[in-house]
C-alpha cells in the first residue's frame, strides 16, 4: 500500500478565550476536534462545510502556521506537526498555499517576476539570473499568461489572472501538496472555471496532491475525488465524490446536497433547509453535534456522540441512522 503523501490524525485545535473570574479556569473554542483523513498523490480532496465549521484552521495546521492542540501531521511518512521553525522551512518548498484573495495576496511593490523568482531563491531551486528568468517564463506559460507579464504589476491584472499568478508562485518550488483556501471563492463564474480547469490541468500534468478547502459544493463537485464534509469542527463525513453527492449517509451532508445547483433539466433534488444556527463552539451540543438542527434527531442523539465510521468501504460517517438499530422512532 502507498504511503499518503499526507495524513493528519487526530488534529485538534483549541483556542483560549480568556479566563474566567472562578477557579481562573479558561474556556475554549473548540475550531478543530479530533480530524483525520489522508491525501495521495495526484489526488484532491476536498474539505466542505459551512463558514466557521474549522476548514480553514485544518489548512492552516497543516502548513504549520497554527500550533495543533493534539495531533499528529505526517508528510510523505514523517512526522511534522512538532518540527522547529527551522526545521519547517525545507517542508515549505514541499507543501504550498493558494490564498482565497487574489487581491491582497500579490504584493503590490513588486513585479510579477519578481514574485516568481522568490520562491525560486528562498529554496535555492535555481543558481543564476538566466536559469531563474527561464523559470519565471516557464511558470507564467504554465499559467496560460505572457511572457511579458513577468515584467508588470499586480495591479495590471484582473482577478482571475492574479489567482493564475498565486498559482504560479504556488508551482514554482515544485511541490507535493498545494492546499488552496477558497481560492475560486473571489472570481466571477466564468474566470472561476478558467481557473478550476488550469488546476485540473496541471494536477494531472504534474501530479500534485490538492487540499481543496471550499464552501462551494458546486466547484469542488466538478473538481475533487474526495470529498469531506465537516461540521462544528469535525469531519462528519468522508468519501468519494460520487457516493457522498449521490447518497449522502449524513443529514447534513444531505442538506448541503441540497442546496447544490442540479446542472441537468428534469434531475430533482428537494431542497433541505436547516433550522436554527450553527452552536457556539465554545460550548458544543451534547452528543451529535448537530442534533439542534437535525431534522432525523431522536433521544440517542443528545446523549451519544456517533463515532466517524466505515459504512461502506472507503466512505465513513457519523450518524447513529446508519446503525442497525438506530432507534429511529424515537423522535425528540
Ligand atoms: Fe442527526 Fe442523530 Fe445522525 Fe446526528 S446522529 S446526524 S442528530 S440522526
Redesign the pocket.
Known sequence: MTVPILQVLGLKKYYPLSSTPFWGTKSFVHAVDDVSFELHRGETLSLVGESGCGKSTVGRSILGLSRLTAGQIFLDGTRIDAFSQSAWRPLRRRMQFVFQDPFSSLNPRMRVGDILAEPLRNFSLATNSSEIDAKVGKLLETVSLPKDAGSRWPHEFSGGQRQRIGIARALATNPDVIVCDEAVSALDVSVKAQIINLLQDLQAELGVALLFISHDLAVVEHLTHRVAVMYLGKIVELGSKRDVFAAPR???TEALMSAVPVPKVGDQRRRIVLNGDIPSPINPPTG?Y??TR?P???DR?VRVE?ALKEVTPGRLAA???NDESPQAGASL
Open positions: 449524513h443529514p447534513y451529535c448537530f442534533h437535525c432525523h434527531a431522536f442523539c456517533p450518524c447513529h441512522l
